[in-house]
């Protein structure tokens, strides 16, 4: 069924956190106001993005830009194998010893970082989810882990206004995530968000954590909403807080809990026999 | 004669008048307003101050199903309404992601009011662009435990599905206590 909106509604990181999280494989196809753009993943890693015009994203053109090639070579390149697949290219550049296996995938996580770079400065765009699509046969998948360029989209996100619906109450407190295969290491954080993260504690409000960390309001927002997109932590009520509200025992007057039970019981019994 | 309620909240649109109208015994008694304003007109009429729904269970009891406003401009209603409910439903039309986050500010909002039980129905799975209900989860963020259900407001059955789920987690969280 769809995944499909409008970036207004629903940010790029945001699509990036449930891609993530969900371990989607599929393409996602975005179509800004002046240029679209399809990025493709499998299994919650980014495997290859596309933007704009098809001839800028040749493996040539992108070695180039990112100076793995030199200008004369990019010449030659393109008068004699213009015809060949990216495939086909890679292959040959490495068998004759131009640039390593190494230098392409770097080369090409480069330039689909740059891709989402331009992307996360979209403030509008239909977007599009195709579920099982897998990457052009003639193209040369990566594997990105999504945590880093999640981290990287959050902080593009600079309204306070933004931020405050994203996270609204900030007694809470934050525990790490025990999602398999994620290590707090291979992301990169500024030293902002170290110091953030060396105050994560269940027992620890953002609010305690802000005024420890001398952090103004919209600079922990955004750094708690970053890493809460990309998976690492979660929100959870601070232990040891203020005594919790009166419960349900309140709800219906006078009643003791088996007479509850029984009430609510008297109200699945007539439900079912709608 | 003892009444109970419980209270179907969600934003603008959601289909928690259709709800209630599905399984009330009574026409649903809605406050409702024809709309004026050309970016709301994606239906004729709304609820402004509540609606509400009566199932009876039998001469001593009687269970009212109260829907909110879901624009926020009615919301000073919210608070009323949620006074002494024994559990609430959040309704979210699945096909609208533009209402996501709405959504997830009136599910904290009555949660702040009272710590009662609740659900969060994923309303519209009907329509063909409804999103998934597992893709909903991660978008409203709602923890595991929280249940998160498939919902068709027009549909009887459903509509009698996600209230006795709600029935039951509200007896689970009596035995929990
Ligand atoms: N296809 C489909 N349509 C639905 C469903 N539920 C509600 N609708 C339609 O969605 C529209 C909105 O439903 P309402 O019940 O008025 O929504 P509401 O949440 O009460 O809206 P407000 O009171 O304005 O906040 C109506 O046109 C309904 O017929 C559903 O499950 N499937
Ligand atoms: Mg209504």
Partial sequence: ?????????????????????????????????????????????LAY?????????GLGPILHKTKVISKAQFGTLKKRASEMSDKELGLLLINSGYVTQEDIITSLQTHFMDILNKLFAWAEGIFQFKNGESV??????????????IMEGSRHLRELEQLKDELPNLDMALKFTDRPGVNLRSVNMSVEEWRVVSYINP??????????TSLSDMEIRRIVYSLLQAGLVELI?????????????????GANKDEQKTLVNRLIGRIRSL | MQTVKMVVTGPFNAGKTEYIQTVSEIDVVSTEKKISSEAEKIKDATTVAMDFGRITVDDSLVLYLFGTPGQKRFDFMWEILSEGMLGFIVMVDSTRPETFREARTILETFRAYAPTPYIVAANKQDLSDAWEVEDMRIALRLDPTIKLLPCVSVDRESVKETLLELLETIITHLDSE
């Fill in chain 1, 1 to 45: 069924m769809a995944l499909k909106g409008n970036l207004r509604d629903f940010t790029i990181t945001q699509l990036l956190n449930l891609i993530n999280l969900a371990r989607k494989t599929g393409a996602l196809v975005i179509e800004g106001p002046s240029d679209s753009a399809t990025i493709t993943f499998r299994d919650g890693k």
């Fill in chain 1, 49 to 57: 993005a596309h933007l704009g015009a098809s001839k800028d994203n």
């Fill in chain 1, 136 to 149: 052009p046969d003639d193209k040369i998948p990566v594997r990105m882990d999504l945590e880093n360029i």
């Fill in chain 1, 203 to 212: 027992k620890n409000s953002i609010t305690q954590i802000s005024k420890a």
């Fill in chain 1, 237 to 253: 009520r601070p232990e040891g807080g203020p005594e919790p509200l009166p419960d349900l025992t309140s709800a219906i007057p």
